[in-house]
């Protein structure tokens, strides 16, 4: 009865151990999410835009880095899972982002906003 429980005791460990982290191959900001603001948010979201440059967006709503961004990840991440942002219809707006970068973002917010 013991060696069977050792048995036991062995075989969960090692299953333990094999288990696959869900989030290591996850999008970072610096392996994904970083273009993706590049690409569709910096024309109007960042700190060397000013006035009639920033097409309405709030001066303090800037992704110039992953410290800039800190306190915005929730609001970012809903607004492009939305496809609120970028916005339609504004002269300076870029096309809305595609299929692959809304999952990229749905991805990096499932793994907790990692940096890298
Ligand atoms: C053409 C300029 C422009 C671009 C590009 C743009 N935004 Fe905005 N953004 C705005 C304006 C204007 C507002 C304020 C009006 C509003 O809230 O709709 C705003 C507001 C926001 C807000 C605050 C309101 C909310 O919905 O929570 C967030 C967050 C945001 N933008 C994220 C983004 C992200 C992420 C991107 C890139 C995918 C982006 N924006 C691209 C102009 C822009």
Redesign the pocket.
Known sequence: MRRLFLLFALLFTACAGDEVDPCVDAPTYESGVRD??DD??V???HTSKMGIDR????DT?N?DDFETLQD?VV??A???TSG????RG?P???PG?SAAQRDTVTEWRRCGFPED
């Open positions: 993706v603001l569709k948010c024309d109007c979201h097409n309405g967006a709030p709503l992704f915005d609001a970012i809903d607004a492009i609120k942002m970028p916005p504004t300076d707006a870029p982002t």
